[in-house]
């Protein structure tokens, strides 16, 4: 059974950085996309980046390009979001997923996801 387990969140101002951390196990993981999603109170679960397991594919929501930036350790079957700038908006709880495909495509829908993490709650302060 693949579990997710996420940490990093907490409360920071408006210009400070965290950092995501996402451990993956219960595996194989060769073939996979791995995303990070977040979500507010009566919104949906929004798609912030997501990369193809073998790092050669990313992609990040129009929000956060040149802001956050997503990677992974496949030594480690971790996954990271930094996240810089950070803004008010991004205030959210943040969730780490996985789905399993063959296709190097990035998915930016929640329902596409097979597996996912436990949030952490991210607070941006102004």
């Known amino acids: 059974q693949v579990q997710l387990v996420v940490s990093g969140g907490g409360l920071v101002q408006a210009g400070d950085s965290l950092r995501l951390s996402c451990a993956a196990s219960?595996?194989?993981?060769?073939?996979?996309?791995m995303g990070w999603f977040r979500q507010t109170p009566g919104k949906e679960r929004e798609f912030v980046a997501g990369i193809a397991w073998n790092g050669g594919l990313t992609d990040y929501a129009d929000a956060v390009k040149g802001r956050f930036t997503i990677s992974s350790d496949s030594t480690k079957n971790m996954v990271f979001l930094q996240m810089n700038t950070l803004k008010p908006e991004d205030t959210a709880v943040y969730y780490c997923a996985l789905k399993w495909s063959l296709k190097v495509l990035i998915p930016k829908l929640a329902n596409e996801y097979d597996f996912w993490g436990q949030g952490t709650q991210v607070t941006v302060s102004s």
């Open positions: 219960g595996g194989p993981f060769s073939t996979r996309i």
